[in-house]
């Protein structure tokens, strides 16, 4: 029976998760769904060169739906808002909700600006 599958992000941690899944797994073993909250893959280890100049915009925001076309990857652009492990559902912003077999979460992180007294007005991530 084909289980589903299901990716939290489309940075590098979700988008390598998918083809490398889908690599292994036909599409009768498994259905993959993607959910990031841009349709874009961002080139994160080249956003300095854009803050400088280096780059245009277009070069470090790759289209998630061009990455993984022909891989069979469901793809929905939204915001992930809860997951309910007990249920294996998540919600996402729109009000759907996504039941999985297996969940990757690959949302990133956020800059811990508590741990040096004022860097959050004083630091930038
Ligand atoms: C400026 C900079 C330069 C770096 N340079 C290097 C380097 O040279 N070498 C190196 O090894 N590492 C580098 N890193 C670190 C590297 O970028 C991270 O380790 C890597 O991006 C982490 O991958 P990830 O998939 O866990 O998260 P991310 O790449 O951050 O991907 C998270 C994804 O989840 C999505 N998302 C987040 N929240 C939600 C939500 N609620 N709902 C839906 N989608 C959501 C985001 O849109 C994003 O697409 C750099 C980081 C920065 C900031």
Redesign the pocket.
């Given at each position: 029976m084909s289980k589903h599958i299901v990716i939290?992000?489309?940075?590098?941690?979700?988008?390598l998760t998918a083809l490398t899944a889908r690599k292994y797994l036909s599409a009768e073993e498994a259905q993959i769904t993607l959910?990031?909250?841009?349709p874009?893959?961002?080139i994160?280890?080249?956003?300095?060169r854009l803050a400088v100049g280096g780059l245009n915009e277009g070069n470090v925001a790759l289209p998630l739906e061009k990455l993984l076309r022909g891989k069979d990857v469901d793809i929905r652009i939204?915001?992930?808002?809860k997951i309910a492990l007990d249920q294996k559902q998540v919600s996402?912003?729109n009000g759907a909700s996504i039941s999985y077999d297996t969940l990757v979460i690959?949302?990133?992180?956020e800059t811990a600006f508590s741990a040096f007294r004022g860097s959050k007005k004083t630091a930038s991530?």
């Open positions: 939290l992000g489309g940075g590098y941690g979700g988008l959910v990031n909250k841009t874009f893959h961002q994160v280890t080249e956003l300095h939204n915001t992930v808002e996402l912003a690959a949302l990133g992180s991530p």
